[in-house]
């Protein structure tokens, strides 16, 4: 009988695991007056603030409770010190690679390190992006320029990231303000990142990255 409990609940917890890696997890940005707001969206019900972090009054009151006293050292015996000193110089000399070894291993590691980039960006969904911009500048003329430079910058941003991301709502909007002296920056993203995908990636990139530096470096080194 208890055999069966513990049975039933690993197949829980496995189950759990699995749904949570399985479902994409949500992230809100907001971007508002120089503040930055990140909240964590689990299956669209537990919603986690990341950023800012407020502390606590508590808090504030035991970092300063605990601070680390100053301790004198103590004198230590200048043979014993030499000796272990010239032990691991020797030791850090004898594992140390040569700048040829180096090169070898970021080149080995460089196609897998892209492979696992492509498809972390393909695991990450952008159902929402608004971005509103108001630009204020003492040139009426600068202020039309200004606008119109804006609006290429944030296009031409979202085509090139549009080959790798899925960008599925992109709503920009620059106004330019003749009237009073205020700008202002407003940025709303809602991301979806898939964490099965994500972890697939890295799973990949260790597994090839560290086969392939097996066979052309430790190899030959254990020849």
Same mark, same amino acid.
């Given at each position: 009988?208890?055999? &069966?409990?513990?049975?039933?609940?690993?197949?829980?917890?496995?189950?759990?695991?699995?749904?949570?890696?399985? @479902? %994409?997890?949500?992230?809100?940005?907001? $971007? #508002?007056?120089?503040?930055?707001?990140?909240?964590?969206?689990?299956?669209?019900?537990?919603?986690?603030?990341?950023?800012?972090?407020? *502390? +606590?009054?508590?808090?504030?009151? #035991? #970092?300063?409770?605990?601070?680390?006293?100053?301790?004198? &050292? &103590?004198?230590? /015996?200048?043979?014993? @010190?030499?000796? /272990?000193?010239?032990?691991?110089? +020797?030791?850090? /000399?004898?594992? *140390?690679?040569?700048?040829?070894?180096?090169?070898?291993?970021?080149?080995?590691?460089?196609?897998?390190?892209?492979?696992?980039?492509? =498809?972390?960006?393909?695991?990450?969904?952008?159902?929402?992006?608004?971005?509103?911009?108001?630009?204020?500048?003492?040139?009426?003329?600068?202020?039309?320029?200004?606008?119109? #430079?804006?609006?290429?910058?944030?296009?031409?941003?979202?085509?090139?990231?549009?080959? $790798?991301?899925?960008?599925?709502?992109? =709503? %920009?909007? @620059?106004?330019?303000?003749?009237?009073?002296? $205020?700008?202002?920056?407003?940025? !709303?993203?809602? @991301?979806?990142? =898939? %964490?099965?995908?994500?972890?697939?990636?890295?799973?990949?990139?260790?597994?090839?990255?560290?086969?392939?530096?097996? =066979?052309?470096?430790? &190899?030959? !080194?254990?020849?």
């Amino acid at each position: 009988m208890v055999g &069966k409990i513990i049975l039933f609940t690993i197949l829980i917890l496995i189950a759990i695991i699995l749904i949570v890696l399985i @479902v %994409p997890l949500g992230f809100d940005v907001l $971007y #508002e007056n120089d503040v930055l707001s990140i909240d964590l969206k689990i299956l669209n019900f537990i919603k986690l603030k990341l950023l800012p972090k407020e *502390k +606590k009054a508590s808090e504030d009151k #035991e #970092e300063k409770k605990n601070k680390p006293k100053t301790k004198k &050292k &103590k004198k230590s /015996k200048g043979k014993a @010190v030499g000796t /272990k000193e010239k032990a691991t110089e +020797k030791k850090k /000399k004898s594992s *140390k690679l040569s700048l040829h070894e180096i090169i070898m291993i970021i080149n080995d590691l460089l196609p897998p390190l892209g492979t696992m980039l492509y =498809r972390w960006l393909k695991a990450v969904t952008v159902t929402e992006c608004l971005i509103s911009i108001i630009i204020y500048n003492e040139d009426y003329a600068q202020t039309g320029k200004k606008t119109g #430079e804006a609006y290429a910058e944030l296009y031409g941003c979202y085509t090139l990231l549009s080959h $790798y991301i899925n960008i599925k709502d992109f =709503r %920009p909007m @620059v106004t330019p303000n003749y009237i009073n002296t $205020y700008s202002s920056t407003y940025v !709303r993203l809602c @991301v979806k990142v =898939r %964490p099965i995908a994500i972890i697939g990636g890295a799973v990949v990139f260790l597994c090839k990255g560290g086969k392939e530096v097996y =066979r052309t470096f430790f &190899k030959d !080194r254990a020849k």
